[in-house]
């Protein structure tokens, strides 16, 4: 018998990962889509393959139990599309990053699941916006490329917005989505949500009030044992101290990536040992002896690959 995960698995490969009516593509998405029953449950709709979508929650919530509509332009009331019949590229058409309906199923289903709401519009530019950026980034720095964004005031800045969208939408790209390992997000400010951060993050997080101006070697120091308990090779360091300047968020930013790259430098070193040298990339070649032979040097590898 097939289990629900096999079934949900084939839908969203079938799908390839794209909601099947507002085609986002799950890797930017916090909250996991949904297998959708086009024609719904309450409806006898089957739980069975050519019954069911992949959807994102937005569209999945605005689709609700429906299967009909009514199209703006005349006021009729039309068939929702549904994605195991009804062609996408028949019903809709992409206007710069809009989706415009070409038929009355089209129109009537753009309208009734909000295709384009303005939130929807502005992920879709992000991240054609990053999508063109993230080649010539790295070409430019290599491809371990870092951006460290600081939310200055964090709790006052959730105070002043209507809803938590935004931050959604910033945690889903400086954790989940395919642009993740570029963005390391630091916030001060924090008071209502320090529970929360230090719960789920690093050993890392540990700036105080004190840290808020360039750290002294000393101050630098004591923020880098809390990720790394016997400290960093003194060349490491001083490559470290010289990459951010001692600047404490970019120096926080920095760690917190190498803390969370151990598991992939020892990978990466375990390669080195057993192919050679051809598996690093060109950043780390001078530093290929390094590797090998002592665990801290290979934190300065990627250092130098962080830039
Ligand atoms: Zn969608």
Not at 15 to 36: K, M, N
Request: proline fraction near 5%.
């Amino acid at each position: 018998m097939t289990s629900r995960r096999d079934i949900e698995r084939h839908v969203e490969d079938r799908a390839v990962g794209r909601c099947e009516y507002c085609r986002l593509h799950q890797s930017l998405q916090g909250t996991t889509f949904h297998v959708e029953h086009v024609i719904p449950r309450s409806r006898s709709g089957p739980s069975e393959l050519d019954n069911l979508a992949w959807a994102c929650p937005s569209c999945n919530l605005h689709k609700a139990n429906r299967t009909d509509v009514i199209d703006p332009d005349t006021g009729d009331q039309v068939l929702l599309s549904n994605p195991r019949i009804d062609d996408w590229d028949g019903h809709f058409r992409w206007e710069d990053y809009r989706i415009v309906g070409q038929t009355p199923i089209g129109r009537a289903t753009a309208a009734a699941l909000e295709l384009n709401h303005p939130r929807r519009v502005q992920i879709r530019h992000f991240l054609a916006h990053m999508d063109h950026a993230k080649p010539l980034l790295n070409q430019r720095y290599g491809s371990n490329w870092l951006v460290i964004p600081l939310i200055d005031e964090l709790d006052t800045a959730i105070s002043k917005l209507s809803d938590d969208q935004f931050f959604q939408n910033l945690r889903n790209l400086s954790m989940i989505s395919r642009f993740h390992r570029h963005f390391r997000l630091i916030a001060s400010g924090v008071r209502e949500m320090s529970d929360l951060i230090s719960s789920g993050s690093s050993p890392l997080n540990h700036l105080r009030n004190r840290h808020l101006g360039i750290l002294t070697g000393t101050q630098a120091r004591q923020l880098i044992v809390f990720g790394f308990p016997e400290g960093l090779h003194p060349e490491v360091e001083s490559s470290l101290f010289q990459l951010t300047g001692r600047h404490p968020y970019v120096l926080q930013g920095v760690l917190e990536h190498l803390w969370e790259d151990q598991g992939e430098l020892d990978r990466q070193a375990g390669y080195a040992g057993s192919e050679g040298i051809s598996g690093l990339t060109e950043d780390l070649l001078p530093l290929a002896e390094c590797l090998w032979s002592n665990r801290t040097r290979r934190v300065s590898a990627t250092i130098r690959g962080v830039r």
